[in-house]
């Protein structure tokens, strides 16, 4: 059994969703055959509480010059990035010549409304085509890992830093006391940590198991996250629930005894307490609902291509390569997958090699059926495909239940 990434108790694995490939390993016809693959299984360390993959893909396989992911895609997400980094500028970085990092800072998303206030910054990212997009759009770039190698370079050429920002990134960290040690050596004795990243609850209450894949190699609660950080020092003093991602919590963390610690800490402790995060039951609960899930969408998908509907999927998410495996749902099933991602169109989807195209395919005409794979992005996607709906087209959704929505389920 694996050893925990935390604490190194033994591993307890929850569920096994098969060999898989990699969640953003789009790729074309004639690299079929030699499509990397994995075990993918989510485990839970009764010890300190952390839910974790078995099995870690090496980096590079996930993170390299062609990460097909661009935080910028969605319209809501800059938005909320927006409204973090004045959060962050107005409340932490008012020091003159105050210095902000954020690790796995993607294209610039967050950064990118900091650098126009003149504040000192740096991104962190090891992708080197989204690190490039992030240099273009005026936000100061190093494309590398973040462990204590590189906190030292930092620190030897910026000083310490005040801030310390990561979203949607921690989750992808595989040796997270690395992680830690780093973040000593970059923060300054006062310097406060945030970061964010989808929550435990909220995946367990959806039943949102396809945010289960290579890259996400942790699944926080304060729990957990508490447990690992207070072997470094550090504290968390305020969490704060997010609504992105289906479900995110967003923790401050500073050196222990050097920030006020809000109650928001206990309360969500014993909210996850009382909510059974502590406890095996709750994943093997989690596991059943997983395994009916699956049925439920097999059983429309079916249905729908028994009557002779044409089903497309929508958003060629990470996610969305979970449940497909997972499913194994093929061109069988579902057409096509639209996506706005320019380096995604065209390509196939990883290991069910489902056609991946541009959403002007979607348009012509339009499909009877969508499987909204981007269900995190629901208003936006609903909200600027009215025509979809006008047409006669029907969304379906698998998350937080499988259904056809304005129909309440699957008949
Ligand atoms: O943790 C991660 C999260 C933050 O982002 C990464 N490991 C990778 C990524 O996960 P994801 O791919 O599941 O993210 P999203 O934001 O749910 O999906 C984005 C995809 O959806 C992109 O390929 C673009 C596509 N999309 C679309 O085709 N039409 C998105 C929107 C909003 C749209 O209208
Ligand atoms: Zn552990």
Redesign the pocket.
């Known amino acids: 059994m694996k050893g925990c990434g935390v604490c190194g108790s033994s591993v307890e694995p929850v569920i096994f969703f098969g060999r898989m490939p990699l ?2 390993g789009f790729l074309r016809q004639e690299d079929f055959s030699t499509e990397y693959f994995y075990d993918l299984t989510f485990g839970f360390c009764s010890n300190c509480r952390m839910a974790q993959l078995i099995e870690n893909v090496p980096l590079e396989k996930m993170f390299h010059a062609e990460y097909p ?1 661009f935080s910028s ?2 319209s809501g ?1 800059t938005q909320h990035f927006r409204r973090l980094a004045h959060e962050v500028a107005h409340r932490w970085l008012q020091a003159p010549n105050a210095f902000v990092v954020e690790v796995g800072s993607n294209d610039g998303a967050l950064l990118r409304n900091i650098a126009p206030l003149g504040i000192r910054h740096l991104g962190v990212e090891p992708s080197g085509n989204v690190a490039k997009a992030a240099s273009s759009n005026g936000v100061e770039t190093t494309c590398r890992f973040f462990d204590p190698v590189a906190a030292r370079d930092i620190v030897a050429t910026y000083g310490q830093a005040d801030v310390v920002l990561a979203t ?1 990134c921690f989750c ?1 960290i595989q040796d997270l006391h690395s992680l830690a040690e780093a973040l000593e050596i970059v923060l300054k004795p006062v310097g406060v940590l945030i970061f964010e990243d989808p929550y435990l609850g909220d995946l367990i209450g959806n039943v949102a198991y396809d945010q289960i894949y290579d ?2 190699s942790y699944y926080f609660s304060i729990l957990s996250v508490d447990h690992w950080l207070t072997q470094h020092g550090f504290e968390t003093v305020d969490v704060r629930p997010q609504t992105v ?1 289906g479900g995110s919590m967003r923790y401050v963390v500073g050196r222990v005894g050097t920030c006020e610690r809000s109650r928001s800490v206990d309360t969500q402790k014993e909210r996850e307490l009382n909510f059974g995060l502590q406890r095996f039951e709750t994943y093997l609960d989690f596991r059943s609902k997983i395994h009916f899930s699956r049925e439920k969408l097999l059983r429309l998908l079916q249905r729908l291509k028994n009557e002779g509907r044409r089903v497309v999927g ?6 969305s390569t979970t449940v497909l495996n997972y499913c194994e749902i093929s061109t069988e099933l579902i057409e096509f997958i ?4 320019p380096i ?1 169109q065209w390509k196939y989807s990883p290991g069910m090699h489902i056609p991946v195209r541009p ?1 002007t395919e979607f348009e012509s005409p339009y499909p009877d059926y969508a499987l909204l794979f ?1 269900w ?2 629901a208003e ?2 609903t909200n ?1 495909e009215l025509h979809f709906n006008e047409a006669g087209g029907r969304w379906i959704r698998y998350v937080p239940r499988v259904e056809i929505v304005g129909e309440g389920g699957d008949k």
């Not at 929508?314 to 996610?319: L, R, W």
């Open positions: 969640a953003n992911f895609t969605s997400m949607n992808h890259e996400h991602h929508y958003a060629a998410t990470s996610k639209s996506d706005t991602t995604k959403p981007a995190n992005h936006e996607i600027k």
